[in-house]
């Protein structure tokens, strides 16, 4: 129902760094997706929206940072798909360019404290409690509704991979594809790259979104945060630079800077074999580009 019938294409990188190590590299362009709802957040929310309509709602009420690619993913599938939207923007009112994409789609923006943005389901009961049109819809798309969505991603693969790496912030994109892969019992090592400080309780989320074992099945490499959630570093910077440059594809600071980063740092170290087939996943998140400019001395 809620479907643009569109299979993100798969590209070959070309670095020196894998080929002189017999490695393939290839990146899913889920970027391409949408320019608005991007990546995985358009795999988030379809089957999200099916069960919203399913339940006859015409309202999304969501959450998000003033950055968030979620709630700009979500105003514009609302404005697309006939719903309204509400989201509750964390700390106090800012305007930016994210905010404003997300008002031209029609979403309406109430900011709200740190505080209490940080019980959601309350501030949806206190808003929204005897709406019946509204649905909840977590910070982030995390749900398993959402994961399924990503798990949709290997049914668009026709290669064997040895290994498939994704950026991680709710670790709904990591619990969908891991729990496919295991549905399909497949051979293919899943990578999970969390963005944020102290990237294990990603596992966590992952088993809620599925089961211990599937979240056992993924391997986290926690060290890539460059300081916490959109905080970069001179090396994450340069290397974005040079990606871009290289490639014609733009990667960011906040989520798929640093899951490149990772993916080159560790065929340095030679951690991949003779051999082995690499996927990134791009999970989209330009808009987000805006937001960080100033962080990236250009
Ligand atoms: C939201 C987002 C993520 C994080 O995905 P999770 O499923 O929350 O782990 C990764 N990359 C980009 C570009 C995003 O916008």
């Known amino acids: ?14 670095f020196p760094l894998f080929s002189d190590k017999r490695l393939t590299l290839h990146i899913k362009r889920d970027d391409l997706i949408h320019p608005f709802i991007s990546g995985n957040k358009w795999r988030k929310l379809k ?18 940072g003033a950055w968030s690619n979620h709630l700009l993913a979500t105003a514009c599938a609302g404005a697309k798909f006939g719903f309204n939207t509400t989201a509750f923007v964390r700390g106090e009112e800012v305007s930016n360019a994210n905010l404003s ?98 990237g294990a309780f990603i596992r966590n989320r992952i088993a809620e979104l599925s089961t211990d074992s599937v979240a056992n099945t993924c391997v986290l490499h926690t060290d890539y945060h460059f300081g916490g959630y959109a905080k970069t570093k001179p090396e994450l910077t340069d290397f974005i630079k040079y990606f871009c440059t290289q490639t014609g594809i733009l990667i960011e600071p906040v989520y798929t800077g640093k899951l490149c980063y990772a993916v080159f740092d560790l065929a340095k170290d030679n951690y991949f074999a003779n051999g082995d087939n690499i996927l990134i996943i791009h999970t989209g998140g330009l808009v987000g580009l805006l937001g960080m400019e100033k962080s990236l001395h250009l």
Not at 1 to 14: G, K, R, T
Not at 143 to 150: I, P, V
Not at 153 to 181: M, P, Q, V, W
């Open 47 to 64: 089957y999200i929206l099916q069960e919203a309509a399913a339940q006859q709602k015409t309202r999304l009420v969501t959450f998000g």
């Open 101 to 198: 994409l997300c008002k031209l789609f029609g979403m309406e923006l109430r900011f709200v404290d740190r505080t209490a943005y940080k019980d959601k389901q309350a501030l949806f009961h206190q808003n929204f409690g005897s709406d019946k049109q509204a649905y909840f819809i977590d910070e982030g798309g995390y749900s398993r509704e959402g994961a399924k969505g990503c798990g949709d991603i290997l049914d668009e693969l026709s290669h064997a991979y040895s290994h498939i790496f994704c950026a991680a912030g709710t670790g709904t994109t990591l619990a969908g594809i891991a729990e496919a892969l295991a549905a399909k019992k497949s051979a293919i090592q899943l990578h999970g790259v969390p963005v944020l400080t102290g």
């Open 1 to 14: 129902m809620f479907s643009f019938d569109f299979h993100s294409p798969i590209e070959a990188l070309n």
